[in-house]
């Protein structure tokens, strides 16, 4: 059967979930797998999968830190894995310290004579991260007293529920009883001021403690299904998660402006993870080529609309 290529039509006052029936309705290119996300998404909730979600990439400095609670208070995601960078800047913004919109373009030797980090167009002062270390450390103090070894996740369980900022995706996290894994926090300033603690406290954080733990879940997860925001560690950390279960993802979605073609797993096709028997071979996946910061809040805003 023919499936013609429909022109998206646009009205004044059109919703997110309409615009995203529209492009659903032209299903081709980015449109299209927008509108198939979307479509992924709601059948994974119906069908009460347990959702892990990885954040890579400046999610949080790209301005997605509500999109994030929104879907994390909402029932949207049952498990996350971040990088440490994400954890660290929704802590910035948690202790009062702010992301200033920038210039991909300014001079960079000048931006460091003025104590501005650059992350794209995105600045963040060197008084934002002396906030951090302001903050996080009694926090440590506080929550890592009666404990030597403890994973990522339990730390910063812990963490969100010291927080106060009601806009922290680690205080709803916590709140919510959804687990938020960072397996490579060393490589982060939370990871480098944990380290600063330790030298003076009895304490280590043990990934492998993380790796039972997601383990454990993998293992017990209902139609499991993955929605990965970029790649890194956390698309492997949640993928690796099912490789001592008999069992594969039955659901994936990638957003991703990464090429598979150099073999980091970043670019690589959710096809290829099926060889390794992460994605089961009749797995409904997705794959949208584009910038996080755009297609996240549309997919969201219509799965919520649609719910």
Partial sequence: ????????????????????????????????????????????????????????????????????????????VNVLV??????????????????????????????????????????????????????????????LQRDSRISS???LRRIGLKLTDESSFLKAAAEKGVPVFCPAIADSI?????????QEHEVTIDVLKDVKEIFELASEAKKPGAVLLGGGVPKNFIF??????????????????????????????LEEAKSWGKISKNAKTVTVIGDTTVILPIIVASVLENG
Avoid at 89 to 103: K, M, P, S, T, Y
Avoid at 241 to 268: H, N
């Fill in 82 to 143: 971040v990088t440490g960078a994400n954890a660290t800047h929704d802590l910035i913004e948690a202790f009062g310290g702010r992301h200033v919109q920038g210039n991909e373009l300014a001079d960079d030797v000048t931006l460091r004579s003025k104590k501005i980090s650059r992350i794209y167009d995105v600045y963040v002062p060197q008084r934002a991260f002396e906030i951090f270390e302001e903050k996080i450390q009694p926090i440590f103090a506080s929550v």
């Fill in 240 to 269: 690796q998660s099912m490789l001592l279960t008999p069992r594969s993802f039955d659901y994936a979605i990638q957003i991703t402006m990464d090429r598979p073609e150099p073999g980091g797993l970043s670019g690589a096709t």
């Fill in 1 to 76: 059967m023919t499936r013609w290529v429909r022109h998206i039509r646009l009205e004044p006052g059109i919703s997110v979930k309409e615009l995203v029936e529209e492009m659903g309705k032209c299903g081709v290119f980015s449109a299209g797998r927008v509108a198939k996300a979307v479509e992924i998404y709601r059948e994974m909730l119906r069908k009460k999968s347990t959702i892990f979600m990885g954040v890579g990439g400046a999610v949080i400095p790209g301005g997605l830190r509500h999109v994030l609670v929104k879907a994390i208070r909402e029932g949207l």
């Fill in 153 to 155: 996740a339990e730390l």
């Fill in 190 to 198: 939370l990871g480098l001021q944990a380290w600063l603690y330790s």
